[in-house]
């Protein structure tokens, strides 16, 4: 892959180029406009709004608990009227479905978008548009690692980040190029006041240095099925406080069989008929369906099938815990006081309502955890934390149906007000293969903290949860916070496939590829998260 931009992109707003539209009524599939560029109300193609809808929802019909979430994908196309701008490539303003998160996809995962996103929105609870606002570009270093099934499975795409725009019902996009890919009066026109031509086309100029296939992608996350929980746990408890709520059973026997590095773990699905744990607080035990079991009990050792959460536990719970987990692998010294944190509460993937069946069935593991990287993912701040389960099923529906992922990338998220989500699929205590560091995927989790943090500092509760969740997963596995680890570069921007590196056990994604992730502000952080990750192991 080639090298991505040196310098991050920072959020610039252009209101002076804001097209100031009245907002139109509710459009409907069947009922769609955009807006020329003197604001009047057009006839848009509804092919134009929707020519690739991906998901169960079709047409929103009526109350949004009835939608299960979809994603409309619209081509973006060369335009010759907003010159000011310098953009090359995008979309005119126009009416569509409702959505709450966008991104920018193209065909060729190994191509880095050089140039810049810019995108504004309009809200349905105002019918206002938003000023421009960029998208972060350089995301495909969050995806599988090079040769591995999951990237050689040729479904796989390149894309920006997620962007969380909240619920929404028109869009306009605009693509900027580098300044070394051309003068934006160079490009030679495709047609005057039109916007017709697919990306790359003949004679689009600048065009054709931009990806090919280029697309915007519109998500509805939907909401949760019927009774199931679309909150998150509450705020974690210090070290030795009471969790409360009855001790979840261990499973006996020990962990399953892991697969070592570079071997595939392919069918090593959860069974649909493990035991349960005992006791564990908010199951819900309504029809399941056999991805939807398979994931939970992926978690049987912990809690209940079809929890929404994994409850805390204090610290001599933990540990007690872990022999159980572990067995006799577990030395003298080790079974006596083992270097772990209390396991913090986890909103499983029921609890925050995901749709079993956009993943691969199978389940991918690799053979422990030595290290923990630390993400941020880029979508944006303006979020509530009630809102962080629609996120991250947003999230979910990007990396599977646009990006072509098996799963959510990210072992774990995190939000703002320090709430854990379980990421992908396999179990909060076993070594689940992510996609969230290219290169480093293997014998690591990947821990992603809601949000943009270039700029802005995350909060003290999320690093605490940072520090509180590394403390238990990478205890799971003897390793110290505080403590560097060698890991096998799978390949990447940074380290050559095959390179053996030095790699401090709670690392930046930006450690191990050269990329701005997690953001400055958050990274500063990592040496707080360290420090309180091993205080909570005891060390």
Not at 37 to 58: E, F, H, I, M
Not at 185 to 209: I, L, Q
Request: aromatic share 4%; glycine share 14%; with cysteine.
């Amino acid at each position: 892959m080639r090298g991505i931009l040196a310098s991050s992109i920072g959020v610039t707003c252009a209101a002076a180029l804001a097209l100031p539209l009245a907002p139109p009524a509710a459009a409907s599939v069947s009922s769609v406009s955009s807006v020329s560029s003197a604001g009047t109300p057009a006839p848009v193609a509804v092919a134009d709004v929707a020519t690739r809808t991906v998901g169960t929802a079709g047409a929103r019909t009526g109350a949004r608990a009835d939608v299960p979430g979809s994603t409309q994908s619209l081509p973006l196309r060369p335009l010759t009227r907003d010159r000011a701008s310098g953009a090359v490539l995008g979309l005119t303003p126009r009416t569509v479905r409702t959505f709450s998160l966008l991104g920018v996809v193209w065909e060729d995962p190994s191509v880095d978008l050089h140039g810049r996103v810019q995108v504004r929105t309009r809200a349905v609870s105002t019918g206002d548009w938003t000023d421009w606002q960029d998208v972060e570009t350089h995301y495909t270093q969050h995806g599988a690692d090079p040769d591995s099934s999951e990237a050689a499975s040729g479904k796989a795409r390149g894309a920006t980040a997620p962007l969380w725009v909240g619920e929404s019902d028109g869009v306009e996009v605009r693509v900027l190029p580098e300044p070394d890919a051309g003068e934006p009066e160079d490009v030679d026109p495709v047609g005057t006041g039109s916007d017709e031509g697919a990306s790359g086309g003949e004679g689009a100029g600048e065009v054709s240095t931009l990806p090919a296939g280029m697309r915007l992608d519109l998500v509805d996350p939907g909401e949760a099925e019927p009774g199931e929980s679309a909150g998150g746990a509450e705020p974690q408890a210090e070290p030795g406080e009471s969790a409360g709520g009855p001790e979840p059973q261990a499973e006996p026997g020990g962990p399953e069989p892991q697969a070592e590095f570079g071997e595939s773990a392919e069918g090593a699905e959860g069974a649909e008929g493990a035991e349960p744990a005992e006791g564990a607080e908010e199951a819900h035990t309504g029809v399941m369906t056999a991805a939807a079991k398979a994931a939970s009990a992926a978690n049987s050792a912990l809690v209940p099938l079809g929890a929404t959460q994994i409850p805390s536990l204090t610290a001599e719970e933990t540990r007690e815990e872990l022999v159980a987990l572990r067995g006799t692998g577990l030395t003298e010294q080790q079974q006596a006081k083992p270097y772990i944190g209390p396991r913090p509460s986890i909103v499983t993937r029921r609890g925050w309502g995901a749709d079993e069946s956009l993943r691969e069935k199978s389940f991918v593991y690799t053979s422990k955890v030595k290290a923990a990287f630390v993400h941020h993912t880029a979508s944006g701040n303006s979020y509530s934390c009630s809102q962080a389960p629609s996120l991250i099923r947003g999230f979910y529906r990007y990396h599977t149906n646009s990006l072509g992922w098996r799963d959510i990338g990210y072992n774990f998220l995190v939000d703002k007000c320090g709430r854990i989500y379980e990421g992908r699929a396999g179990g909060v205590a076993k070594p689940v293969k992510g996609a969230h560091t290219m290169g480093f995927n293997s014998k690591t989790t990947g821990i992603a903290v809601i949000g943009s943090y270039g700029s802005k500092k995350p909060s003290s509760k999320a690093v605490k949860a940072v520090a509180r969740l590394t403390a238990w997963k990478l205890g799971l596995h003897g390793m110290n916070p505080k403590k560097k680890t060698s890991l096998t570069s799978g390949g990447g921007n940074l380290y050559a496939k095959g390179k053996k590196v030095k790699m401090k056990v709670i690392s930046g994604h930006r450690d191990g590829f050269n990329t701005s992730c997690p953001g400055g502000k958050l990274h500063k952080k990592l040496g707080s998260v360290r420090s309180k990750a091993a205080g909570y192991q005891g060390r």
